[in-house]
Nanobody
Framework: VQLQASGGGLVQPGGSLRLSCAAS????????IAWFRQAPGKEREGVSC????????YLAESVEGRFTISRDNAKNTMYLQMNSLKIEDTAVYYC??????????????????????WGQGTQVTVSS
C-alpha cells in the first residue's frame, strides 16, 4: 500500500492549489481516505475526509467554504482543492487511510493515530 501526495508549492494569500494523492495497493473508493496537515511546531490536524460508498465529505471548521475533497476512481487518486488560501494554511499536507473504515463518521477521522497508512507529505507555503 502506497500513498503519494503531490501538488504543493508557494502561493500568495488568496490563491489556490490542488493537491493530489495517488494510491496504489488499494482503490481510493474502497475505504475512507483523509487529508491532514502539520505546521511547524504544531500537532498534525485533520483537514478533510471522504467516505467510501456514500462519498460523504467532512471538513475541519478552519477550512470550510474554502477547501474541497474529491476523488477520481479511474485515476485512483484523491484531491484537495484549496481556494482562498491563508498564511495559516502553511503546512506539510499528508494523505492517509486506515484501510479498515468505510465511513469517516464511523471513527475519529481527524485523529492521526487512527491511521496506519500515510503518504510522504507535500509542502504548502502561503506567503506574500
Amino acid at each position: 500500500v502506497q500513498l503519494q501526495a503531490s501538488g504543493g508549492g508557494l502561493v500568495q494569500p488568496g490563491g489556490s492549489l490542488r493537491l493530489s494523492c495517488a494510491a496504489s495497493g488499494f482503490t481510493v473508493d474502497e475505504y475512507a481516505i483523509a487529508w491532514f496537515r502539520q505546521a511547524p511546531g504544531k500537532e498534525r490536524e485533520g483537514v478533510s475526509c471522504i467516505s467510501s460508498i456514500t462519498d460523504s465529505t467532512y471538513l475541519a471548521e478552519s477550512v470550510e467554504g474554502r477547501f474541497t475533497i474529491s476523488r477520481d476512481n479511474a485515476k485512483n487518486t484523491m484531491y484537495l482543492q484549496m481556494n482562498s488560501l491563508k498564511i495559516e494554511d502553511t503546512a506539510v499536507y499528508y494523505c492517509a487511510t486506515t484501510l479498515k473504515n468505510y465511513y469517516c463518521s464511523g471513527y475519529g477521522w481527524n485523529v492521526p493515530h487512527e491511521y496506519a497508512y500515510w503518504g510522504q507529505g507535500t509542502q504548502v507555503t502561503v506567503s506574500s
